[in-house]
């Protein structure tokens, strides 16, 4: 993955209040399923976390500015930057923009690795880390 994975979304009435717009919830839902898609399109699929370490990603921390509304039927696009990995955590900026740029929202997520039996921190296996890494190191800035 070379720069931020982007995963396009269409705003659903589900997705909005009476008057059309996104529910602020709904840009959580939107930001895990990209960083869901995000680890997939490295060939890094959470399951197979899982199934092979019996360990997951967890929020540990989000936090998130809202600059404008997005609305029913609006396509947008959520992008996922890799910013830094330690041994047990990932930083990423996720960013919701309206296709034509416009940015929406921005979320600042923290997530750490745990053990799926205790939910203790575990450093984060091979090759997530070492992936992970490698698109954190090349991203600019």
Do not use: C, N
Request: aromatic letters at 8%; proline letters at 6%; charged letters at 25%.
């Amino acid at each position: 993955m070379s720069g931020p994975h982007l995963w396009p979304i269409r705003v659903y009435f589900e997705d909005t209040d009476a008057g059309g717009v996104a529910y602020h919830a709904r840009y959580l839902h939107w930001a895990e399923r990209a960083r869901t898609e995000a680890l997939r399109a490295m060939g890094l699929p959470h399951q197979e976390m899982i199934t092979r370490h019996g360990v997951f990603l967890v929020v540990r921390r989000l936090e998130v500015e809202y600059f404008k509304p997005a609305r029913l039927d609006e396509s947008v696009v959520v992008e996922t930057h890799i910013r830094r990995v330690t041994g047990v955590q990932v930083v990423l900026r996720q960013v919701v923009r309206r296709d034509a740029g416009e940015v929406l929202a921005v979320l600042d997520v923290r997530l750490a690795s745990v053990g799926q039996g205790g939910a203790r921190p575990v450093p984060l296996p091979e090759p997530w880390r070492s992936a992970l890494r490698a698109v954190a190191e090349a991203a600019p800035g």
